[in-house]
Structures are given as structure tokens and as C-alpha cells.
């Protein structure tokens, strides 16, 4: 009996759980716009738009990049923007408009983000009717140049260039932008702060040329360390994971870097240095799921089972995630 009621309790959570989120993802429809451009050559691209203040709707600037013509769409309504603001590097364009009656959305933070942290997106992937949602978590928090790129789990596909990630109380912490090629993909997002700087000391303009490529479209040997990494992950090419991984610990010291070099480490079969570097990283940040998750492993190979159980324990109370995603 007393077995029966803890399923029913679970059961019942993930229930309430389940309706918060939809009803914080039906809240947010009515500020995820449809952006469109089109060029000289008369290609007609689709992105998406989040309404952020009032009158104005932040995009991706490759969505609208080089276009001779640009709206947004609403409930059947085409919006013309008067002005651009742009940060071409960081791939952050907020397009001004003279009467958008839509609601935008409560601006949030990156500051207290944590790995495992609850997010949802919104856009309109794959040129949807209407805005789909995917929800996941925050598996990795970049620092770049001060800030805060986000990698999560919320899927996203062609068309949700521009759309919103939010916390699960929908407030925008940032917009979906960029992923990685392939089944294994990983999903990356601009920070929330980059819209409130452009909507303080940005410069409106009405050029669309695109005066730079942005940081993640760079060449390989430009790319900052964390997409560099990711080449070597997804082939699972451990002496490229650890020749990268040393020069960023050079670099920066990065718990990131040093997590990465640890699982380069693991899996060319060092894992005496490979636990040394954890447990330095978990001394310094005591909830980072992935060195829990890689210390299990190792715990297990071992043979201490005791210590592989706290690991697991402790992985997947910070990011139940976390071992699906790795094993993606």
C-alpha cells in the first residue's frame, strides 16, 4: 500500500508538472511572432520573433541578414518594422515598429542559471501555423566575452531562428539560435542580457547588410573553445577532445575546460587524472551533474559501488537528464 501511494504521488507531480508548463507555453503564444525576409533575388526566408517591449521584436539577425524586404506576422496581421537594431556578432537583431499591438514578454536573467534548470521554447520551427513548444533543460552555461551562452535540450529545427527560451515561469532568458548538424544535435541560445544592452545604448538603423558574420558561422580554429569541443564529442575523437581541452585550460581557467579534459582523460583510459580533475571541479562547483556523471562511471569501474550510488544520486537530482543526453 504504502509503495501504491508513492507511485500515485509521482504520478500526480509529474501531472501538475506537466499542465504548469503548458499553461506558462499557452501564456506565451501571443508574443511569438513569425518573421519573414526577402532578398534582391526575390528568396523568401522565414525566421521567428519574440515581442520584448512595446513595439519592438527581437530576432536572430541571420534571419533577416541582407534582406530588401521584412514583416512580421501575427494572427493574420503583416507588421512592417521601421528600424534595425543590431549586434551582428552575437547574432542579436531587435527590429522597431510604429503600432504592434502584441503583448511582449517579461525579461529574465542568465545571472542565476544553473545546469539542469528547467527551460521551454517557443518558436516557429519547421514554418509551423502556430508556435510549437519543446521543453528540456539547461545542460551548459558558456562564458563568452561576459555572456552567458546557453546549451539546453529543447529541440528546435529550421524556423526557430529568433525564438524564445524561458524559464518555467516564462520569462525570457533567451533566443534559440544555432545548433549543431546531425541527430546528436546540440542546441544553443543567446542570452536575455544582450537584448536588454541593445534595447538601452542601441543604435536604430535602417541598413540591413549583414557588417559581420556571426561568432558561431566563424572558422573552425576561430570558433570559441566550446564549439570547438564539439566536433571531437559527437566522433568521440579523444585526443582531438584533449588536445582542445588543454589549450583552453591554457587559456581560461574554465570548469568547462576542465571537464572536458576529463572526460578526454576517461576515455583514452587515464582515469586516475580524470578523478583528480573532478573532484577538483566538484571542491569548486559542488553541483556540476556532469563531473557527478562521469565519476559514477568511474566509480563503477572500480568496483566501489557505494561511491558510484552517491554519484548517480547526485547527477540525477541536479539533471535527471543528464545521463539520456550524454548517451544522445
Not at 102 to 115: A, F, H, I, N, Q
Not at 156 to 185: E, H, R, V
Not at 284 to 313: F, M, T
Request: aromatic share 10%.
Amino acid at each position: 500500500m504504502h509503495s501504491r501511494l508513492i507511485l500515485l504521488f509521482i504520478v500526480f507531480s509529474v501531472s501538475v508538472l506537466a499542465d504548469v508548463r503548458q499553461e506558462v507555453a499557452f501564456k506565451l503564444n501571443p508574443s511569438i511572432v513569425k518573421v519573414h525576409s526577402a532578398n534582391e533575388s526575390g528568396n523568401h526566408g522565414v525566421g521567428s520573433g519574440v515581442v520584448i517591449a512595446k513595439d519592438h521584436v527581437v530576432t536572430n539577425c541571420h534571419v533577416i541578414a541582407n534582406s530588401k524586404g521584412i514583416h512580421v506576422t501575427k494572427y493574420g496581421v503583416s507588421y512592417p518594422p521601421e528600424y534595425l537594431i543590431a549586434d551582428w556578432h552575437h547574432d542579436v537583431c531587435i527590429l522597431t515598429f510604429k503600432y504592434l499591438e502584441l503583448e511582449p514578454v517579461e525579461l529574465g536573467s542568465t545571472d542565476l542559471l544553473k545546469r539542469g534548470q528547467e527551460v521551454i521554447a517557443k518558436s516557429f520551427g519547421s514554418n509551423a501555423i502556430r508556435p510549437i513548444t519543446s521543453t528540456g533543460t539547461v545542460k551548459d552555461i558558456f562564458n563568452m566575452q561576459g555572456q552567458h551562452i546557453i546549451q539546453s535540450s529543447t529541440w528546435f529545427s529550421l524556423g526557430a531562428s529568433g525564438g524564445g527560451l524561458f524559464d518555467k515561469q516564462g520569462n525570457l532568458i533567451g533566443i534559440t539560435t544555432f545548433k549543431t548538424p546531425g541527430k546528436k544535435a546540440l542546441y544553443y541560445s543567446m542570452p536575455v542580457e544582450i537584448i536588454k544592452k541593445l534595447l538601452a545604448d542601441g543604435v536604430r538603423t535602417k541598413i540591413t547588410e549583414q557588417a559581420e558574420s556571426p561568432f558561431w558561422d566563424e572558422p573552425p580554429e576561430k570558433l570559441p573553445y566550446f564549439m570547438q569541443v564539439v566536433k571531437p564529442l559527437l566522433n568521440q575523437d579523444w585526443n582531438e577532445l584533449k588536445e582542445i581541452s588543454i589549450k583552453w585550460t591554457q587559456e581560461k581557467d574554465s570548469p568547462e575546460a576542465s571537464y572536458y579534459l576529463a572526460e578526454s582523460l576517461f576515455y583514452l583510459g587515464n582515469k586516475t587524472e580524470a578523478k583528480t580533475i573532478l573532484d577538483k571541479l566538484l571542491g569548486a562547483i559542488p553541483d556540476h551533474a556532469q563531473a557527478h556523471w562521469l565519476l559514477a562511471k568511474i566509480s563503477e569501474d572500480e568496483g566501489n559501488k557505494v561511491k558510484s550510488a552517491y554519484h548517480q544520486k547526485c547527477y540525477m537530482e541536479l539533471d535527471s537528464e543528464l545521463e539520456a543526453f550524454s548517451n544522445n
